[in-house]
């Protein structure tokens, strides 16, 4: 474990700039300042106040039991239905006629869906699912593009009780499978196909490849939404058509009522070694934390917003900010299909405009290719309806930052920059708008009841101005309950480091306001465009091809994407692979054996890879050469010249 480089800290405080809170943005009870007192005064009394703002079958007497730690239960004697708070209680309560969702899809199709229309879908997925034979605490996954029918199985799927696994649509088939089998899947829900850059990509045909994979077989069914229209093979018994299903279905379905631990979904993400983590979320704690967060961190107006979250459900953010915590609010949201520049560079500013979008959340990665682009293109648009931006999944550059306020937001819009990961569920550190006067670069101050400290490698905590690792020091709703199958890991991942607190794997310094900057991951996880990407993963992909012999990947600094995947490969004596074609070669089967968010940006083949005394790769090395920096200590190699050899011959594309 590295610590976080040491900049100064004065580089990284955006020119020193602070924006006063905006006086427009409410600091009443949901995200004034007497709510960080009250949740400082009695944290949990603060969470169950949360948590009452949901709909409870039963209420809970209980807050928080902590006896099992690191495996918490929250609320755990009350009984609740997940999605029954998400659409039912909108629609009782008067509001079935507010839209949900306003989607469009790529090629420029739409369609608005109001609570009312959400809730006889969902109840229609739910009779079609039970129907099906999945019971409460089955798994089902699910690999769709961004279309209503993703928000629509993830909400059937949860007012069931059954558990969803959503697996990202740009993951192979390969992946897929390992994530199926790991969480014995008994259903698939996929499309024929999703609208991206223009064209269709298959998603099918990914998961016919994948349960053509050998192995023991869970999955039953595979329900197939027509999207693409792209043709696919079929499998007689096993496949069906989503829509040919649902047509037969009620519009309404009683739901039952879940224990507040009942598990709500599995998520899979990157760590330090090749197997993807089953993140567990459960179900009370988590809807907590999700609405409360979404509301304050938002400054949510449900009747007056249309708030737009531009992850893909495939990743937690829009597992808990396009799905749950916006549908427990009852907010009007857009949900887009496909990629930001089809069929031209300002597709996002025009559905900004066309929707009149009030609340932008999105990645740092993307506004750097929008600041690429030119202002010219969104200056191109009336951006006026915007009052809020949000940014999440990695370290927002000050430059980025106040391009984003200024070209963006037109000089007018507080931005919230929310750091927080799968594990945690929902955002944990945020400026709240109206409160935080904001520094541009800096997420900040942790939200009211959660606890946050930056520590040193002995666990001291570091002084002001002072850099360490990120640690949360209470447990909180949203947290991760466990890793799937794998509860020694989690412990093991996240709490051995500081016993009895969260180890984040970020780096964080303090300044001397007491305001968090986050300094990226520090261990060998990389964080490419805001993807996480583990470098354990990629070197198992790549040794996995018949002409590597040993691998090392790290993440270079790029300006654009964050992190850049870069590769070092020494190839097999013999190899049927010249040094001129591996790095296409070698690319191209990471992409195929992962997905092509995992692709390198570049490989290298070497002649040897620099190693400690005990054989353990010095990454820190190969990032300075990947940097194009200076190679840092050598002192602890086996052979000190091996970065000379390495230097003088590299190869790469
Ligand atoms: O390194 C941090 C970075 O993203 C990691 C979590 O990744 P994931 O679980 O995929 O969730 C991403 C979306 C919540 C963290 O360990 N990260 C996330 N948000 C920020 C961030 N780094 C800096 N600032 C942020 N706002």
Known sequence: MTTASAEPIDSLQGGGRVFPPSESFRRDAVAGPELAETASRDRLAFWAEQARALQWQRPFSEVLDWTDAPHARWFADGRLNVAVNCVDRHVLAGDGERVALHWEGEPGDTRTITYS?????????????????????????????????????????????????????????????????????????????????????????????????????????????????????????????????????????????????????????????????????????????????????????????????????????????VVYGPLANGATQVLYEGTPDSPDPGRWWSIVERYGVTILYTAPTAIRSFMKAGRAIPDAHDLTSLRLLGSVGEPINPEAWLWYREVIGGGRTPIVDTWWQTETGAIMVSPLPGVTAAKPGAAQTPIPGIGIAVLDESGEPVPAGGGGLLVVTEPWPAMARTIWNDPERFRETYWSTFPGRYFAGDGARLDGDGDLWLLGRVDDVMNVSGHRLSTAEIESALVAHPAVAEAAVVGAADEATGQAIVAFVILR?????????????????????????????????????????????????????????????????????????????????
């Open 117 to 321: 229309e959400l809730l006889g879908e969902v109840s229609r997925a739910a009779n079609l699912l039970a129907d099906l034979g999945v019971q409460p605490g089955d798994r089902v996954a699910v690999y769709l593009p961004m279309i209503p029918e993703a928000v629509i199985a993830m909400l059937a799927i949860a007012r069931i009780g059954a558990v969803h696994s959503v697996v990202f649509g740009g993951f192979s088939a390969e992946s897929l499978r390992a994530r199926i089998d790991d969480a014995g899947a008994v259903l698939v829900i996929t499309a024929d196909g999703g609208w991206r850059k223009g064209s269709v990509a298959p998603l099918k045909p990914a998961v016919d490849a994948a349960l053509a994979l050998p192995g023991e077989q869970t999955v039953r069914n595979v329900l197939v939404v027509r999207r693409g229209e792209n043709a696919v093979d079929w499998s007689e018994g096993r496949d069906l058509w989503w829509h040919e299903e649902i047509a037969a279905m009620d519009t309404t379905h009683e739901a039952r009522a879940f224990e507040a631990e009942h598990p709500l979904f599995i998520l899979y993400t990157s760590g330090t070694t090749g197997k993807p983590k089953g993140i567990l979320h459960t179900s009370g704690g988590y809807l907590t934390q999700a609405a409360f967060t979404h509301r304050s961190v938002f400054d949510l107006k449900p009747e007056q917003d249309v708030y737009w979250c531009t992850a893909d459900v495939g990743w937690i953010t829009g597992h808990s900010y």
């Open 573 to 653: 004596t013999g190899a049927e692979l010249t040094d001129a074609d591996a790095s296409p070669t070698l690319r191209a089967h990471v992409a195929e054996r992962i997905g092509p968010i995992a692709r390198p940006a570049r490989v290298h083949v070497v002649a040897e890879l620099p190693k400690t005394r005990s054989g353990k790769i010095m990454r820190r090395l190969l990032r300075d050469l990947a940097e194009g920096r200076e190679v840092g200590d050598t002192t602890t190699l086996a052979d000190t010249g091996v970065m000379r050899t390495i230097q003088t011959g590299m190869h790469a594309d």
